[in-house]
């Protein structure tokens, strides 16, 4: 693994179990040894976590809630999340901070970004939460903002798919599992494996994205060493 500098984007749905916002704690002591393995290999983490598991935006707005204050509520379940996994972090012995996009200083640090890379700089892992902290944005945008912002090397998008597929799986039982893409195709071809506003940022600021299954066993280790996922990089 060549990467100083990363950036692992977890989404809310994966923590909770299936049909269910109650927390997979199995499930989540695994990601949390994943990443204190990959710690200790020397590399700065930062993490960007989902809150689909309590809140999704879009689909708050379909029963009648306006879709920007949707979006916060979203944002709060964000929040939620981040001071979760911060806490199975550090009963495993590892040092983080959460910051937001919110204010919510009574439970973790505003985002500033200079602040955020003198964490990572001093060994602490480092989980934004909040999103961008403006409605009408993802927090797969979220990811590609804070990688570009901290000079991430590599964004990580961590999702139930095995990648990028050709085409959308759930249509064509025929769509090749690809090991790689260019952020242009990507965008051509309008697949789903990721909200377009982020390949966008990724392209202008050349940081590569692998999309994997982050159910699977060792699953960022296994996409870290690009032995499973597409990535989606040039062009």
Known sequence: MNYKRILIKISGESLSKEK??????????????????????????????GGGNFWRGAE???IGVDRATSDYIGM?????????????????GL?????????????CEPYIRRRAIRHLEKGRIVIFASGTG??????????????????AEVVLKGTNVDGVYS?????????KLLKSITYTDF???????????????S??????????NIKNEDSIIKALKHEQGTIIKGG
């Open 20 to 49: 269910s916002s109650e927390y997979d704690l199995d499930f989540i002591m695994d990601i949390c040894l994943q990443i204190k393995k990959i710690k200790e290999m020397g590399i700065e983490i930062s993490i960007v976590i």
């Open 60 to 62: 708050g707005e379909k």
């Open 76 to 92: 709060i379940a964000t929040i939620m999340n981040a001071l979760f996994i911060q806490s199975i972090l550090e009963k495993l």
């Open 95 to 107: 040092e983080t901070r959460v910051l937001s996009a919110l204010n919510l200083s009574e439970v």
């Open 134 to 151: 403006n409605p009408y944005f993802t927090t797969d945008t979220a990811a590609t903002l804070r990688a570009s912002e901290i000079n």
């Open 167 to 175: 085409e959308d799986p759930k249509i064509n039982k025929d769509a």
């Open 187 to 201: 965008l051509i071809k309008n697949l789903k494996a990721l909200d377009p506003t982020a390949i966008s940022l």
């Open 203 to 212: 392209r202008e600021t050349n940081i590569p994205v692998i999309v994997f």
